[in-house]
């Protein structure tokens, strides 16, 4: 059984700055790619930003030079730094990851969701 479970949602205003986190436990022998998506009512769910093992990184145009995605592979952890928001990035954000439980099976997860809202 693999869990993601991500924290740091909430309301800010615009201009502000909020820090996702998301921690992977469970039966985990390896993660590949860990990544936020998110989702606006009526919209559908797009990606933010994601980062493979490797530490390389690509993030939506709507958040390139605001939002920084890192990991802490020893902690299973992928974080979403986000600064000078706007209330056009109010949404629910997900977190993602590719897990491997043995050395041949793998996965794709999802997280919970965490709920952002970026208002005065």
């Known amino acids: 059984q693999v869990q993601l479970v991500e924290s740091g949602g909430g309301l800010m205003q615009p201009g502000g700055s909020l820090r996702l986190s998301c921690a992977a436990s469970?039966?985990?022998?390896?993660?590949?790619?860990m990544g936020w998506y998110r989702q606006a009512p009526g919209k559908q769910r797009e990606l933010v930003a994601r980062?493979?093992?490797?530490?390389?990184?690509n993030y939506a145009d709507s958040v390139k030079g605001r939002f920084t995605i890192s990991r802490d592979n020893a902690k299973n952890t992928v974080y979403l730094q986000m600064n000078s928001l706007k209330p056009e990035d109010t949404a629910v954000y997900y977190c993602?990851?590719?897990?491997?439980?043995?050395?041949?099976?793998?996965?794709?997860?999802w997280g919970q969701g965490t709920q952002v809202t970026v208002s005065s």
């Open positions: 980062i493979n093992s490797g530490g390389s990184t």
């Open positions: 993602n990851a590719y897990i491997f439980q043995t050395p041949t099976t793998w996965g794709g997860y």
């Open positions: 469970g039966s985990i022998f390896s993660i590949n790619a």
